[in-house]
């Protein structure tokens, strides 16, 4: 067998999955010079919530911080997480604006594109996938992993065998909320190497203390790429740490080729960084523990904190159990979509509502009836009809690809900001988060604005009326 390759996500998932994606890009460019130089197949920096948080939180353009990322690290391939036609948001976008994302993305500096779709419906992942071919980059689809009565290895094996047919260069077998069991990877992975003919690329957490083992069942099987997440940000709700795994193979077969000496370098100028986020609360020492209740309900570690917080602001805290036993019941009622961003939310939101209000669906959410409704696609098993009749009437369920029902929109959202356009990547901020990007814009119209004043040096100019005109 081949040298195991590492991606790291310490830019991107590991601070996504423990600290609300809060790392600062002047947090990242002290470690980028050794990063670079350890020989890592990929570096995840970008997609997921990054591009939220830096609009919203952190004052930042998010593509200013990619293409600072791409000049600090020009050894490296950079890779992101992309939501297929949702791209980093949380609706269906116009295949017009997933075209000039993937065209801008791969412009700035990213290499590899991660695609996944929350329901594993490969009309939501075509347009993705057809563009980052078409402008260069380097296309992963991903299977959103997860464990129900319908999602057995040859689903997985058939929907990897459909993502290869349609243009994979690697496929991601993407376990969101660490399912996957280190026996049940082997198996997988195997069968996988032995049914598609591009290299598999595991993605897990350690959210419930088992991502070391199934890394290491899925490396015995013959995976050819895991991602990992630098110590200081390692383990818990995050990827599983690089250093171990790496003092693990090395010498075998697997061995990595990467160097301690300059990861343990690496950790070292990370590490305050990551106490300053404990520090400041962005950190919760949650996300440094197991919890096995991922493997109970299968509700992922970002889900389980929301929940947390929607039952605290109901003032019904104590409902927590109730909600975590209604989470797996709604996901049957609703044709058992994987719960990774946005079904998680929208299932975890409509099992608080039937808990708190005391009646199963006496209210939907608005994204719960769009859910039924077929606006985000294929849900993998049948629904319970009843359930959706009551939440959608006698309104037709869509079944071709909902991007059809799109019109064109870039032009439109150009229109809309055309006075706070800097660079064409604005009109993508926009389209993405309207509401967030504008403020943003408008801040840094300020900002602007008080830099070009000149400067009061406190000299002042005495004018005298001339009264002789």
């Known amino acids: 067998m081949s040298k195991l390759l590492i991606t790291d996500t310490i830019f991107r998932d590991a601070h996504q999955s423990k600290a609300a994606t809060r790392m600062r890009t002047e947090e990242m460019l002290p470690a980028c010079e050794i990063l670079d130089s350890i020989g890592y197949y990929s570096l995840e920096v970008w997609g997921g919530a990054t591009f939220d948080a830096c609009l ?27 939501r297929g036609q949702n791209i980093l948001g949380y609706k269906h976008y116009a295949d017009d604006v997933v075209e000039q994302f993937c065209k801008k993305a791969i412009e700035n500096g990213i290499d590899i594109i991660r695609i996944f779709d929350a329901l594993n419906d490969p009309r939501n992942l075509e347009s993705a996938i057809r563009f ?39 496929i991601c077998i993407k376990d969101m909320a660490n399912l996957l069991l280190p026996y049940d990877a082997y198996s997988l992975v195997s069968r996988l190497k032995k049914d598609v003919n591009v290299p598999i690329h595991l993605h897990t957490h350690n959210t419930t203390g088992t991502g070391d083992m199934v890394y290491l069942m899925a490396a015995q099987a013959g995976v050819d790429i895991v991602d990992t997440a630098l110590s200081p940000l390692g383990n818990g709700t995050a990827q599983p740490a690089t250093e171990p795994l790496v003092a693990t193979l090395k010498g075998t077969d697997r061995d990595t080729g990467l160097d301690l000496m300059k990861l343990s370098e690496a950790a070292k100028i990370m590490r305050p960084v990551a106490d300053r986020m404990l520090k400041d609360g962005t950190m919760s020492v949650k996300a440094l523990q197991v919890d096995v209740n991922t493997l109970l309900y299968q509700v992922p570690g970002g889900m389980l904190s929301n929940l947390i917080s929607q039952l605290k602001e109901a003032g019904k805290s104590d409902k927590y159990y109730d909600v975590l036993e209604e989470v797996p019941r709604v996901r049957k009622d609703f044709g058992y979509p994987p719960l990774v961003t946005p079904t998680s939310q929208i299932v975890g939101t409509q099992a608080v509502m039937n808990i ?69 990547e604005d009109v993508l901020s926009y389209a993405l988060f309207p509401q967030v990007a504008l403020k943003f814009f408008e801040a840094r119209e300020a900002a602007e604005k008080k830099a070009n004043e000149p400067e009061d040096t406190g000299v002042r100019t005495l004018y005298v009326e001339d009264l002789s005109a």
């Open 56 to 82: 919203r939180f952190l004052n930042e353009d998010p593509w200013d911080r990619l293409r600072t990322l791409r000049k600090a690290l020009p050894n490296t391939k950079l890779q992101m997480l992309f």
């Open 132 to 170: 980052t071919k078409k402008y260069g980059g380097i296309c992963e689809p991903a299977i959103s992993y997860t464990v129900s009565p319908v999602h057995n290895e040859d689903y997985f094996v058939n929907l990897a065998k459909e993502l290869v047919q349609m243009g994979a260069d690697t």
């Open 356 to 424: 708190i209000t005391g009646e199963r669906y006496k209210v939907f959410t608005k994204e719960s009836k769009a859910l039924l409704h077929g606006e985000y696609g294929q849900l993998p098993a049948p629904v319970n009809e009843e359930v959706r009749k009551k939440a959608i009437g006698d309104e037709e369920v869509i079944t071709c690809r909902p991007a059809d029902l799109l019109k064109p929109e870039l032009d439109q959202y150009r229109e809309e900001i055309k006075d706070h356009i800097r660079q064409e």
